[in-house]
């Protein structure tokens, strides 16, 4: 790992950096369904089928809130 990879993560005040992480911040399933407003049973299948990106950690789904926002943006928008 060299110096530069580590640097990244530090936040340094008003650099947006917490944001960022907030951002990626990722949450469970149970999660996504309250800010979606739909069942977890939807948020599953939302995943299984390719429409709402998520991660995989052992046996449960993860998924980032920019995955999220990103799944209301193109429902908004007409292709989701």
Do not use: C
């Not at 008003?14 to 907030?22: I, K, L, R, T």
């Amino acid at each position: 790992m060299d110096e530069g990879q580590g640097q990244r993560w530090k936040s340094q005040p008003g650099s947006g950096s917490e944001d960022a992480q907030e951002e990626d911040a990722l949450m469970s399933v149970a999660m996504a369904a309250r800010l979606l407003g739909v069942s977890e049973k939807t948020v599953r299948l939302l995943a299984k089928h390719g429409d709402l990106k998520h991660y995989r950690i052992g046996r449960r789904l993860k998924i980032s809130r920019k995955q999220v926002q990103a799944f209301l943006d193109r429902v908004e928008e007409g292709r989701g």
